[in-house]
Structure formats: C-alpha cells, structure tokens
C-alpha cells in the first residue's frame, strides 16, 4: 500500500496569513494526488486534483505544487471561511491512500 | 449537475448485516469505478472498497474483506455495499465517492453520506 504522511497535524494561523500544507508518498504516485477541505459535520470538498489542478469553483488563493513524491498545499491569504481540516490523498492505486489530516485554526 | 445520494445507513447491533445504497445522476455511471470511503468519528478518512464500471472487478481494505461485498447495477446508476459481521470499528459515516477522470483529467464527486453506527 502507497502510505501518505502529512504534516504538521496541526496549524495555528491568522487571516491573511500564507500557509503551507506538505504531503508525502512512500512511492511513486505520479501527479493522482487530490488535497480536500472538510469542515465539521459536511463531507469533504475537493479543492485540488492531479496534483495542481483546481477545483471549479474554489478560490484561486489555494493552489498545489510536487516535486518527486513531495506535494504541497498552499494557501497565498488565510480568509476566516478557511479554517478546517485538511487531507491529501493519493489516487494512483488501490488502496486508495489518506493524509493523517491537518487541522488549520485560529492563533 | 452531478449527484450521488446515499441510504441505507442505520443503528445496529455487533455482528448484523446492513446494506447501504448509492443513487447516482448526471454523468454516465457505466463509465467510472466507484468507491465507498468511510469517516469514524472523529478521525480521518479511509477507503473501504471499489468496483470498475464495466467489468465490475472488485477491490477491497483488508480491513473489511471477507465482510463487506460492493457491486453495483448500472441499468439503475445505482452503487451498493453489503456489510455483514459488523463490528463497532465499523461505525463510521459512508460516504459515496466517484472516481476521478483518467484518460480525460477530470475531478471527483462525493456524496454527502450516510451514518452506520454499531453499538449493543
């Protein structure tokens, strides 16, 4: 199975803030990396496929970048909407592979 | 506009069965493999089990194999999963996921979920 680490856990920002979420794979996935969005109760929302593409609809803010097995989630200004929990997940393979997650909150 | 739209989800006792539908509308279900992705709570997502569109081959985590069955009827755009010998790890909001365009890069769709809690 392709296992994905994500870090950090846990992120304490502010609005308007540029944060930086990381992902990596223990393979070679490609660019089939998805990143999603979920807030308390809703399914997640994805903001990101094939690594770098952005979802219609979500704000060009987010954006997603890799090199080799590494891939990054960046948002450019933190809005107060942006507060959640983030996941990457790999999608090159089954099992179908999930980031621990990362919870962006208020400092 | 795309729609999954799951049921079936209810409160069980340790070691019944359930089975969870999936109703899918607005793009050509026959065409993509479906998974069903689970959410305990309070934790992280977990992929459960998928199915190709034609040839409906089956995957499944080792977690739930030998338990649950997914299959799926593509004369109704409808996804199911068959869960038997349920355990209280189980509990968990399913949700109903497409898969991501390949040949033709395109994106994903969830459904919004449904709730499947075990418990004596």
């Known amino acids: 199975d392709i296992q994905m680490t994500q870090s950090p856990s846990t992120l304490s920002a502010s609005v308007g803030d540029r944060v930086t979420i990381t992902c990596r794979a223990s393979?070679?996935?490609?660019?089939?990396l998805a990143w999603y969005q979920q807030r308390p109760g809703k399914a997640p929302k994805v903001l990101m496929y094939k690594a770098s593409t952005l979802e219609s609809g979500v704000p060009s803010r987010f954006s997603g970048s890799e090199s080799g097995t590494e891939f990054t989630l960046t948002i450019t200004s933190l809005q107060p909407d942006d507060f959640a929990t983030y996941y990457c997940q790999q999608y090159s393979s089954y099992p179908w592979t999930f980031g621990q997650g990362t919870k962006v909150e208020l400092k | 506009e795309m729609e999954l739209l799951e049921s079936g989800g209810d409160l069980v006792q340790p070691g019944e069965s359930l089975r969870l539908s999936c109703v899918a509308s607005g793009f050509t279900f026959s065409q993509y493999a479906m998974s069903w992705i689970r959410q305990a709570p309070g934790k992280g997502l977990e992929w459960v089990a998928a199915?190709?569109?034609?040839?409906?081959?089956?995957s499944y985590a080792d977690s739930v194999m030998g338990r649950f069955t997914i299959a799926r009827d593509n004369s109704k755009d409808t996804l199911y999963l068959q869960m038997n010998s349920l355990r209280d790890e189980d509990t968990a909001v399913y949700y109903c996921?497409?898969?991501?365009?390949?040949?033709?890069?395109?994106?994903?769709?969830w459904g919004r979920g449904t709730l499947v809690t075990v418990s004596s």
């Open positions: 996921v497409r898969d991501f365009g390949r040949v033709v890069v395109a994106s994903t769709k």
């Open positions: 199915i190709y569109g034609r040839d409906q081959l089956t």
């Open positions: 393979h070679s996935i490609s660019s089939w």
